[in-house]
Structure formats: C-alpha cells, structure tokens
C-alpha cells in the first residue's frame, strides 16, 4: 500500500509563490515517475506536471515558466515550486508515482486577486 502525504498549500495573493511537497512511503519511489495533479471546483482533474525518475520533467502549458517540478530521492519526496501564482491556479493539489490508480487527500492552493 502506497501512501501519499501532501502538504505546503494555503493562501497567497496572486504573483505570490507556494512550494508544495509530497512524501511517498514505501521503496518505490526513486524508481517511480511521479505526478502532480490538480481539481479545481466544478473542473476535472488535470495533470500538472512530472517528472521521471531519472528527473526528466514535462509541464502543462498553463503552468510552463511558472512551475517546477523537483524530487529528493533520498527523502521520497517530491516537489511543486509554484511562481507568478494566479487565481486560476486555485485547485485541490494531488502527486501520485504515474503507475497509480489511487489518491490521497490532496492540499489546497487558494490564490485569491
């Protein structure tokens, strides 16, 4: 059983920055790819950004230049830098290693105008 421990969300204004983590247990990590995701209200959920695990990245148009992606291997962690922060970016924020079907209980960004 994998479990995902999100943190680092709350309140910014917009143009502020956020840095998100995510601790995964188990061994799998530094041999998994990992995902970030986010569920904004009344929106599906969309895939943000990921990184391989050799620390290959790819981004969301919506967030290239302003996000970035990160992961320490030895701390099972990964991580979303969060730039230039705008209201939009308001969501429900998920990782999970790429392989995954399940969830955990996300943290929330709340970028206000």
């Known amino acids: 059983q994998v479990q995902l421990v999100e943190s680092g969300g709350g309140l910014v204004q917009a143009g502020g920055s956020l840095r998100l983590s995510c601790t995964v247990s188990?061994?799998?990590?530094?041999?998994?790819?990992m995902d970030w995701y986010r569920q904004a209200p009344g929106k599906q959920r969309e895939l943000v950004a990921t990184?391989?695990?050799?620390?290959?990245?790819n981004y969301a148009d919506s967030v290239k230049d302003r996000f970035t992606i990160s992961r320490d291997n030895t701390k099972s962690t990964v991580y979303l830098q969060m730039n230039s922060l705008k209201p939009e970016d308001t969501a429900v924020y998920y990782c999970?290693?790429?392989?995954?079907?399940?969830w955990g209980q996300g943290t929330q960004v709340t970028v206000s105008s």
């Open positions: 990184i391989t695990r050799l620390g290959t990245t």
């Open positions: 999970r290693p790429s392989w995954y079907t399940n």
């Open positions: 188990g061994s799998i990590f530094s041999i998994s790819a």
